[in-house]
T-cell receptor, first 114, second 112 residues
Framework: NAGVTQTPKFQVLKTGQSMTLQCAQD?????MSWYRQDPGMGLRLIHY???????DQGEVPNGYNVSRSTTEDFPLRLLSAAPSQTSVYFC?????????????FGNGTRLTVT | GENVEQHPSTLSVQEGDSAVIKCTYS??????FPWYKQELGKRPQLIID?????GEKKDQRIAVTLNKTAKHFSLHITETQPEDSAVYFC???????????FGKGTSLLVTP
């Protein structure tokens, strides 16, 4: 099993451009989420999903959209990139609703917005 | 929502010494407390977790303690080795939600 796969690994965007960060998991996990990691800020939740067709906002959702059409995929869309969105983005998944199931992270996408 | 505070932000120890990282949480309904280790340029990986019905859990050189009354939990690493150098994150999950809320991380440096 590949686990959680994120693409691309690196991306540079100009302010105002749009793009989609891809995330796929092959563990049949119901729960998927997106975090951003900034120096000194830890991991902050952007959006999450508890199953196909169900999404909800996390702590820092502004500027990001998500959808969940299949169990496997959970893409994160930036409609109009801003320099404040320069960050490392991690997708994660876990089984649901087992309360003590571990969160499995992808390898991350490093995004720079100029 | 849940607020997780983590201290210290940086910690330097000599090889063989012990390291302790402490976290506090705000939501008394939180019932799951994992710890993640992140090496430079890599993804966070779970190293140990504890549920609210357990006070302590050990796995070789790593242990976690939980004080529900005080709403704090700690990571203890004994006999530290240079390969323990990394950023460590604590997290908490409420039984009323699905999201893991993370602390801001502790950068641990173990010097030979």
């Amino acid at each position: 099993n590949a686990g959680v796969t994120q693409t691309p690994k690196f991306q540079v965007l100009k302010t105002g451009q749009s793009m989609t960060l891809q995330c796929a998991q092959d563990m049949n996990h119901e729960y998927m989420s997106w975090y951003r990691q900034d120096p000194g800020m830890g991991l902050r939740l952007i959006h999450y999903s508890v199953g196909a067709g169900i999404t909800d906002q996390g702590e820092v959702p502004n500027g990001y959209n998500v959808s969940r059409s299949t169990t496997e995929d959970f893409p994160l869309r930036l409609l109009s990139a801003a320099p404040s969105q320069t960050s490392v983005y991690f997708c994660a998944s876990q089984t649901y609703p087992r309360p003590n199931s571990p969160l499995h992270f992808g390898n991350g996408t490093r995004l720079t917005v100029t | 929502g849940e607020n997780v505070e983590q201290h210290p932000s940086t910690l330097s120890v000599q090889e063989g010494d012990s390291a302790v990282i402490k976290c506090t949480y705000s939501d008394s309904a939180s019932n799951y407390f994992p710890w993640y280790k992140q090496e430079l340029g890599k993804r966070p990986q779970l190293i140990i977790d504890i549920r609210s019905n357990v006070g302590e859990k050990k796995d070789q050189r790593i242990a976690v303690t939980l004080n529900k009354t005080a709403k704090h939990f700690s990571l203890h690493i004994t006999e530290t080795q240079p390969e323990d150098s990394a950023v460590y994150f604590c997290a908490a999950r409420s039984n009323s939600g699905y999201a893991l809320n993370f602390g801001k991380g502790t950068s641990l440096l173990v010097t030979p």
